[in-house]
Every structure is written in structure tokens, then in C-alpha cells.
């Protein structure tokens, strides 16, 4: 009876259907908000901009990183963070918070392994900013590992496609681990790692010493195996670098911009995106109110104004847009287009969902 007890039992659970994205609404979009209270939730929306599900955070957040197949969002605090919450997308329930181990801090990105057993995360060693990155196990959650990002101060993380290698930005930047003072902005050297599964470091990439103090920041992949990087300037204000530069084969080369847009930008690129329908890529500037769209090879092509717009991702046509005072827009080549409005801020980035 026992037997036939447990077969029955292992029927059922085959029977039984996985909980897929499409059980939590297939969203095509997470993003972080503040509400109107003064509390924070974690969104997701549809290619329209409107909200399938807002989920409460403790606090503000950052990004987020979405699991390949089940609809779990991992969504990270700002950093720098002491929280990461795992989110049951379809049941609208937080299923596990990760906090990083005793003198660790989250820095507001991660990423998942090819096949979603490994959770990745973005984190620096508090005291002396000292980069790593944090190994948990997706069905338990338990911290399993961790290994050196090879530089100071990482923020974003992406896996390349094809493999487990990952690319981490390494900003450069040591702050204090209270107030966020930036402590060696005059000797900061930033740079991108590629990273293998192990911990051994593949190829590090540094901009020329003239652009040393460019933190690198944010990334975006590109279908050809390069990778785009927003920067932040944190040199003398009075100059304008570049705020791109391109990734490919270990290598790192700025994309200069006519001074007139390089001055709109305000030195700050706070997000960054690839659009696989036209090939671009774009940066964002809340600091300056503006949207700058590049070609593949990193040209200059369009800027488009629009007041604390910072969080954007492929959209149809090119782009979808968010900005600190609730809206949704698409940008495409002829400009930006209202999409939805919400009565909230949306926070820094806007996470495109890429399943499987």
C-alpha cells in the first residue's frame, strides 16, 4: 500500500503543471517604485506600461533579475543594501530575503546562471569597497560560495550569453560604508571583468588613463558577443567625456558624443540599453532630463528630452521608458511617446524579462 501510495504520489506531481511567467501575467517588465505613501513596491508591467502586480519591498530598490523560467524576481535594495527579496511573481507573495554575510554589502544588482540554479550577486567587502560576488543556491536560498569581481566598487552584473562566464562593472569607486562618501575618486580605476565560473578572472578591461575617473556603472549585451557600458564622470565637472563606451574582446573604447549633447547629460548616465529590433543603443540621464540613442558601432545618433528619465529596456520599435514622475513611454525613431501613467516614482531602471 505504502508503494502504491508513493507512485500515486509521484503521478500526481508529474501531472501536476509547473508555475511558469505565464501564471504571474507574463509581464514583459519589472521596475521598482516609491508609492504615494512613502512606501516601496516592486511592479510588473506589460509591453503597454500598465501593472499586472506591485509586490511591497521594505525599503527602496534598485533593480531586479529574473529568473529564466520560474516567475521568481529577485529584487535588490539600494545600495548600499542589506536586503534582497525573492518574490513569487504568480502568487504575489515574498517567498525568501537574502542578506549578505557580516561585513558584506549588496550593491544593487545580480544575475542568474544559465539554467537558474545559481542566484549571482553584486556586493563589496564594506570596509575598502573590495568587490565580490555572492553564490546562492535558487531552491534554498542559502549562500553557497562567493568569489572576487577583480576591482573595487561593482554595480552591474550580467552573464554573457552562451556560457556562465559573467561581466561585472567594476565602478571603481571606494565610499564609505555608512554615508556612501566617495573616498579615491583621484586614484580610482575602473573596469569591466569577464569572470569564469570559478572565480578566474578571463580579461579585465580599462578605459586610457585620461578617462580613468568614467565609473563603469551599467551594462547591456549585444547580440554579436560585445557588451555597451554607462558610465558616470567623477572628475572635474568642468569637462565633458564620453558616458558609453563598448566592450569587445577584452577591450574597452569610448564613444565620444558632439560636446552640445555631452553637456545635456550632466556627466551622469544612469541607465542603459540594447534594442535587438533596431540595433541601437540608448543611455538615460535623469540628471540631465534626457535620452541619448546611439548605432551598433557607437555613432551618435538622436537625443530626445524628458525630465528625471532614467529606467529604459527594449521596447517594440526601439525603447520603453520610465521616469521619476510615474510614466511609461515608448521611444522609437520618431521621438517618445506616452505609453501609461501611474501615481508613483519609478526608480532607477527598468528590467526587461528574458525567458526561456
Known amino acids: 500500500m505504502q508503494r502504491r501510495a508513493f507512485l500515486a504520489t509521484l503521478a500526481a506531481a508529474a501531472a501536476t503543471p509547473r508555475l511558469s511567467w505565464a501564471d504571474a501575467g507574463s509581464p514583459a517588465y519589472l521596475a521598482a517604485a516609491r508609492l504615494p505613501d512613502g512606501s516601496y513596491a516592486l511592479h510588473g508591467l506589460t509591453v503597454a506600461g500598465e501593472s499586472l502586480f506591485g509586490l511591497p519591498m521594505p525599503a527602496r530598490g534598485h533593480a531586479a533579475t529574473a529568473h529564466p523560467e520560474r516567475p521568481l524576481a529577485v529584487a535588490f535594495a539600494r545600495r548600499p543594501g542589506t536586503f534582497a527579496l525573492v518574490i513569487d511573481c504568480a502568487r504575489g507573495i515574498e517567498t525568501a530575503r537574502l542578506t549578505p554575510p557580516e561585513g558584506r554589502q549588496f550593491n544593487g544588482h545580480g544575475t542568474f546562471s544559465a539554467d537558474g540554479a545559481v542566484l549571482y550577486t553584486s556586493e563589496v567587502i564594506a570596509e575598502g569597497s573590495e568587490g565580490r560576488i555572492g553564490l546562492w543556491d535558487s531552491d534554498t536560498w542559502q549562500r553557497i560560495g562567493e568569489m572576487p569581481t577583480h576591482g573595487i566598487g561593482p554595480h552591474d552584473i550580467r552573464r554573457l550569453p552562451m556560457s556562465d562566464d559573467l561581466l561585472v562593472a567594476n565602478g571603481g569607486i571606494r565610499t564609505d560604508p555608512t554615508d556612501r562618501t566617495k573616498l579615491n575618486t583621484d586614484t580610482m580605476r575602473p573596469n569591466l571583468a569577464r569572470i569564469a565560473p570559478d572565480g578566474t578572472l578571463v580579461a579585465k578591461a580599462e578605459l586610457p588613463e585620461g578617462l580613468r575617473q568614467n565609473s563603469t556603472r551599467h551594462l547591456a549585451l549585444l547580440p554579436d558577443g560585445r557588451a555597451a557600458c554607462a558610465m558616470q564622470w567623477e572628475g572635474d565637472s568642468a569637462e565633458t567625456p564620453p ?28 541607465s542603459i540599453a540594447h534594442s535587438p529590433e533596431t540595433g541601437e543603443i540608448a543611455l538615460t540621464s535623469p540628471r540631465g532630463g534626457a535620452v541619448q540613442v546611439f548605432a551598433a558601432d557607437g555613432s551618435f545618433r538622436a537625443s530626445f528630452r524628458r525630465a528625471d528619465a532614467c529606467g529604459i529596456a527594449a521596447g517594440p520599435g526601439g525603447f520603453v521608458v520610465t521616469d521619476g514622475n510615474g510614466a511609461v513611454l515608448a521611444l522609437t525613431g520618431s521621438g517618445l511617446r506616452p505609453l501609461a501613467s501611474h501615481t508613483l516614482n519609478w526608480d532607477n531602471h527598468l528590467i526587461a524579462l528574458e525567458r526561456t
Open 243 to 270: 558616458l558609453l563606451a563598448l566592450w569587445q574582446a577584452g577591450a574597452l573604447a569610448a564613444c565620444p558624443v558632439p560636446e552640445t549633447e555631452a553637456v545635456t547629460m550632466q556627466n551622469y548616465a544612469g
